[in-house]
């Protein structure tokens, strides 16, 4: 069986790993992928060439496809993937939007009583501003499309929010991204992501995570794409998912189809749990990044097997079981990220580790693996207990080497504490 993954960081690495689990993927082809996916073979090119993509999915005469990453999802290539016969795994375009437009997925969740912050949506740079006058402090600033992870503004002042709306409005900022804003209530409580497998019909949630934002100890430091992960996320306890499962996934999935819109693969739920209950800060169309570095390795069952019952429609009968473990995933960066850093550095990754290894930004360079991004690799530790992953996850990190290497030490201590 011949598939292709589209995307090119850990979260794929993770994706490929597992599903090269299955004696039946036989080559996975990576676009583009990157020069530590040892398991695929790796076409360069662009996530957002649809054009390229599906012409080369002809071509190779793909069995099966995974797109991963937000831009080709919210850009519509499952639908042209599908088209030219070639099965996915991943929402087409209009579904996608749930993540394409927070402006469309804070609608749909008023309109259909889904429990989320108190929000206005703005199209006018004046009426924004006129609206933060009056607004609560602090205030939540989001551009209203796809910003890199970075199009969400906490703002503690009222310049601080004013700063926001004119960079994101006036200044293009993001683009196109930010010619819609939604300026919405600041919610508190412990975060936690859930992602899950769905089909339109059935849904099943996987292990929660915890994910580490900040770039540096302590949550402090610029936002990243995320630092570290720990899954099960201990504040989301069985009476938590037994709620979240009865207000915010369930009611989410018959949503979209009410609107004509069925979602078919991974949905993400970033989800708040306030004073007042769970809350939904934002969804994702796709796989978490770094959380799929430490769900995934405690799935039991074989991906490629649930993943082609998310296509096919038969998630019902597919059983979806997880370890009763607890995985913890530290991410290595470049120091300097997530502002600028210098790359080209040849990275050591002993043989007894590669296979807790997920590597993000780094290719080969006269027959060397050098670092070529922000965010290197992550390394993954699976254990019965919490602090025994943790630890596991430091020791295989401390083992590989790169010039200008910086981690986070305490990926976890927030859950270990929630934990006493």
């Not at 991963?68 to 290539?77: F, Q, R, S, T």
């Not at 499952?78 to 016969?85: I, T």
């Not at 720990?230 to 989301?236: F, I």
Request: charged letters at 25%; proline letters at 6%; a neutral charge.
């Amino acid at each position: 069986m011949k598939i292709l993954v589209v995307g090119s960081g850990g979260r794929e690495h993770a994706i490929i790993k597992k599903l090269k689990e299955n004696p039946a993927a036989e080559v996975i082809y990576a676009w583009p992928g990157n020069g530590g996916m040892e398991e695929a073979v790796c076409v360069p090119g662009s996530p957002t060439d649809l054009e390229g993509i599906v012409s080369f999915a002809r071509e190779k005469k793909i069995d099966y496809a995974v797109v991963a990453p937000d831009d080709p999802l919210v850009l519509g290539l499952v639908d042209r993937l599908e088209e030219a016969g070639i099965p996915c795994f991943g929402p087409r375009k209009n579904a996608a939007i749930i993540e394409g437009s927070k402006a469309f997925a804070k609608d749909l969740m008023k309109r259909y009583g889904i429990p989320t912050a108190a929000f206005k949506v703005f199209t006018d740079e004046k009426a924004a501003l006129d609206y933060l006058e009056t607004a609560p402090l602090p205030t939540v600033i989001k551009a209203d499309g796809l910003a890199l992870g970075k199009g969400v503004i906490i703002a503690e002042t009222k310049e601080d929010a004013r700063k926001a709306v004119r960079d994101m409005m006036r200044d293009k900022a993001f683009g196109k991204s930010g010619e819609t804003v939604v300026i919405e209530e600041y919610l508190t409580g412990p975060e936690v992501s859930v992602l899950s497998f769905t089909d339109g019909k059935t849904l099943v949630p996987m292990v929660s995570s915890m994910d580490h934002k900040r770039a540096l100890d302590g949550d402090k430091g610029l936002n990243t794409g995320g630092m570290g992960t720990v899954a099960p996320n201990p504040y989301y306890t069985e009476k938590i998912a037994k709620t979240c499962m009865e207000t915010i996934f369930l009611p989410t999935m018959r949503a979209m189809n009410a609107e004509g819109r069925t979602f078919k693969g991974c949905l993400y739920f970033g989800l708040m749990l306030t004073p007042r209950g769970p809350k939904v800060i934002e969804y994702n169309c796709r796989f978490g990044d770094p959380e799929t570095q430490v769900v995934l390795p405690l799935l039991e069952s074989d991906l490629l097997t649930v993943m082609r019952a998310v296509t096919d429609g038969t998630l019902a009968e597919t059983p979806v079981r997880f370890q009763d473990k607890n995985a913890c995933c530290v991410i290595l960066a470049s120091e300097g990220y997530p502002k600028s850093y210098e790359k080209g550095f040849p990275i050591t990754i002993p043989e007894e580790v590669k296979k807790d290894v997920f590597v993000a930004g780094a290719k080969i360079l006269d027959g060397k693996l050098v670092t070529n991004g922000g965010r290197v690799l992550g390394v993954t530790a699976v254990a019965d207990s919490l602090p025994e992953a943790i630890r596991d996850a430091y020791e295989k990190a401390e083992k590989i080497t790169f010039e200008n290497r910086f981690y986070r030490k305490d990926i976890g201590q927030r859950a270990l504490l929630a934990k006493e």
